[in-house]
Each structure stands twice: as C-alpha cells, then as structure tokens.
C-alpha cells in the first residue's frame, strides 16, 4: 500500500468564506512533501494542520492570480527567519521570478539559503506530459491547462521501488547475500544444481506507482482526460455547478458536473473536487453533481483534510 497522501489547506477560489481559503495541498510520499500552490495564509495552515514546512523539498505554483501565489513571499521569509540551509525549488510559470524579486527585494529581504526559481517553458507542448522536477521519492511533470493567463497543472507520481523477495522464496532457497542482491537489480535465481528460478517467481508482486494530478484553474478541457489515463487520483477544479455551466466557461472554469467527466476518462480511482465559488454556502451538491458523471470515488476538498491516495 502507498504511503502517499495529500492535505487539504485552501479549497476556496479568489475570496475566504466559510471557513475556507485559498488554494494550497501538500503532496506527501515517504516523509518528503512538497506543495502545490500558496494561497494567502497557507503557512499558517500548515502549522495549524500539522504540516512541517521544514520537509517541503519543492514548490509547484499554477498560475499568477493571488489566490494560488500570494502566500508565497511571507513563506520564503519565513523559512528565512527560522534559519533554513535545503535548498528549495520553486516552479511556476512566468513571471514568477519577477514577481518573487519584486515581493523579496522590495522589502530588503536577503535570502541565504539556496533558491531556486524555475520559470516552466510556455511553450512546451500542449496535451503531453513535461518533466520538470525528480529525486529518489517523485517524479513531478507539467502539464497545460486553460486559464485567462499561462497556467500549469502537475503530475506527481512515485518513483517505483525495488521488489520485495517472496518469502517462500527464501525459505524454500535460502540465497545467499551475492544472489539476492542479483535478484533485487532484476536477474533470475540459480540454484547449485543449476535450475533457473525466474526473477518473478523469487519477488513480491509489484505495486503500481501512485499517482496524482492537481488541475487547478481551467476551463472544461475534454483532452485531459486521455492525458491523465490511469492516473490514481486526480484533484480537478470545481468553481461552480452546472446551472452556471456558462459562466463557468466565460471566466475559463469549470464545474464539479465536467471534473467528473475528466476523472471517468482518466479511468481515475479518485476524484477531488475543490475551488468552489464564494457563491456557495454548503459544498455537498458538488459531489452528488460529479456522481452523474464518475462513478468512482468523490472526496470534497476541505482545509484540513487528509487523503489517502
């Protein structure tokens, strides 16, 4: 079973109401985390839900509008303040750069730990996958989404980890340390009398990488979809519900009735569903309106949560 899971500290879009903020998830695998998107206030949510900014090894930002950036300078002050030596990487789409110089170095702030700012190619292709971002723990890649302005969705999945051996394997051949180390890199078993074990036969069944795909501000986009196949578990913006199916697509939205749509073409096992407008009091509706278009399972993004992937 994977480890993964990803916490919940902004499901709200542009204004905090009902006890609900701007975008932010931390994406957690194997006690490395990484977020995606700073909201206003995100890390005063971190510390609220128990998240260790300390541990975050990267930085994913979707898009300029304030609701997914704005919290971003007072976290880099921070980690400067509290004396961070990590380096931390920062991604995003351009200007983000300009806009961090502008935020830090207007205000005196000299960092000193190692920061890195990764403005992601516009022009990288359109309806495929760009890596941008691995270490031992992820693989982390860009995709387009459909904005008013440049916006990027991320794909993280776990990087795959080397096969556990079969316990009747051991018992029954009792390899020695040289053979299971052959194993572990993909050969096959021999025992003295020269029989060949299959390497299939000598290890665990393999577990299938987690994945997660965070498609923050867009408009409905159909062709997500087939790019997002099999993906584990996808997060899909859901501004509005499907009465304001116009008005989502006039402001390049979408509602939870078309995130559905993107989930049951990806095959996905898991839907989340977030962004709600400030319009809505009571956020219910929006899983029962995705449960007419994906029939797997739909969790409402909610400041605090936990979801297991």
């Keep these: 079973m994977s ?29 490395s ?24 090894k990267a930085i994913f930002i979707t898009h300029l509008h304030g609701d997914h950036v704005f919290g971003l300078p007072g976290l880099i002050t921070s980690y400067q303040l509290s004396g961070r030596k990590e380096k931390l990487t920062v991604f995003g789409p351009q200007p983000i750069k300009k806009y961090l110089d502008l935020s830090l170095g207007g205000i005196g702030h000299f960092i000193s730990f ?22 031992h723990r992820v693989k982390v890649e860009a995709f387009h989404l459909y904005h008013r302005i440049s916006c990027f969705g991320y794909k993280f999945t776990e990087q795959e980890k080397r096969p556990k051996l079969n316990r009747d394997f051991l018992d029954t051949y009792q390899p020695d340390v040289a053979s299971i180390k052959r194993i572990l890199n993909g050969e096959d078993f021999y025992t003295d ?87 809505y009091k009571i956020i219910e509706e929006f899983a029962e309106e995705a449960s007419k278009s994906y029939a797997g399972e739909i969790v409402l993004a909610v400041e605090g949560k936990c979801v297991e992937l």
Excluded: W
């Design 193 to 279: 009398e020269g029989v060949k074990i299959a390497h299939e036969k000598c290890t665990q069944k393999p577990v299938l990488p987690t994945s997660f795909a965070y498609c923050s501000d867009t408009i409905f986009h159909e062709p997500l979809g087939e790019l997002l196949e099999n993906t584990s578990c996808i997060y899909h913006e859901s501004t509005y519900l499907e009465p304001m199916k116009n008005q989502a697509a006039e402001r390049y939205h979408s509602t939870a009735y078309q995130a559905g749509i993107i989930a049951e073409l990806a095959s996905a096992q898991k839907l989340i569903l977030g962004h709600y407008s400030s319009r």
């Design 3 to 31: 480890s993964a899971h990803v916490t919940i500290l902004g499901s709200n879009s542009a204004v905090s109401v009902f006890n609900r903020f701007p975008s932010g998830q931390v994406f957690t695998t194997e006690h």
């Design 114 to 135: 190692p920061l890195e700012i990764v403005e992601i190619d516009p022009n990288i292709p359109h309806e495929k996958f760009t890596e941008i971002y691995s270490d």
């Design 33 to 56: 985390q990484y977020l995606i998107d700073c909201g206003e206030g995100t890390q005063f949510r971190m510390h609220q839900y128990g998240v260790k900014k300390s541990r975050i």
